[in-house]
């Protein structure tokens, strides 16, 4: 008697979703999570229940919330900041500075992580080139270390500022509708140039004046620094 034909073994294991154990596919699905919840909600718990897989598994790339951090913005950097910078100081300086505003202008979010403590010291390779580019510009430039130190700092809080201020302020409300940001009934005996530019602030503070600001910036910076050396 013929015995009956025996059947492929079912699958085992989770159906669906295989499981992802790829780097750049765990990157790309916490970036999804931040872009459409915040960074504050990204959790490893919820990246793993995003991806259809265990903690565990992601423990095998992450060691923890702040690691998944730092590897997001590591790899931002990675992708964006990657070109030739001029061999004068001064322009040397320029040049890193705008490629980190640049660089988060598109994705504000890591600007925000990046103003927690703890974060820009533990930046990879791509993002510290810019860092030292700057620092290294500074002394070349006539700053002492603490002075490029210094320099360094002075720029990167105005930089990520400026990107953080242009953020807030577009989330309030659409251009199209906000109200002027100075009133009408401003006392101009008082108050004469901002009531004569009433409606007219929105307009002109929504202008990207970065360029022309950071080399007035850096400038200031650089004589202040070098005129106090020594």
């Given at each position: 008697m013929m015995r009956p034909m025996s059947r492929p073994d079912a699958p085992s294991g989770?159906?669906?979703r295989p499981p992802v154990t790829s780097r750049?596919?765990?990157?790309?699905?916490?970036?999804?999570?931040?872009?459409?919840?915040?960074?504050?909600?990204?959790?490893?718990?919820?990246?793993?229940?995003?991806?259809?897989?265990?903690?565990?598994?992601?423990?095998?790339?992450?060691?923890?919330?702040e690691d998944l951090l730092v590897q997001l913005i590591n790899e931002l950097a990675e992708r964006t900041l990657h070109l030739e910078l001029p061999s004068e100081p001064r322009d040397r300086i320029i040049a890193a500075a705008t490629a980190i505003h640049d660089s988060l202008a598109g994705v504000p979010w890591a600007a925000e992580i990046l103003t927690t403590d703890g974060f820009l010291g533990r930046l990879g390779q791509p993002a510290l080139r810019m860092v030292e580019a700057i620092v290294a510009g500074a002394i070349a430039h006539g700053c002492t270390p603490a002075q490029a130190v210094d320099v360094f700092r002075s720029i990167w809080y105005y930089t990520v500022g400026e990107i953080l201020v242009r953020i807030h302020s577009a989330r309030r409300r659409p251009a199209d509708e906000r109200d002027p940001f100075f009133s009408s009934s401003l006392d101009t005996s008082q108050l004469p140039r901002l009531a004569a530019l009433g409606d007219q602030w929105p307009e002109l503070a929504a202008r990207d004046t970065y360029p022309q600001a950071i080399e007035a910036f850096v400038d200031g910076l650089l004589a202040q620094a070098?005129?106090?050396?020594?």
């Open positions: 989770r159906t669906g750049a596919q765990i990157l790309a699905a916490a970036r999804q999570i931040i872009e459409r919840d915040g960074w504050e909600k990204l959790t490893v718990r919820r990246l793993a229940t995003e991806l259809g897989i265990g903690t565990t598994t992601l423990y095998h790339h992450i060691r923890d919330r070098t005129s106090a050396t020594p």
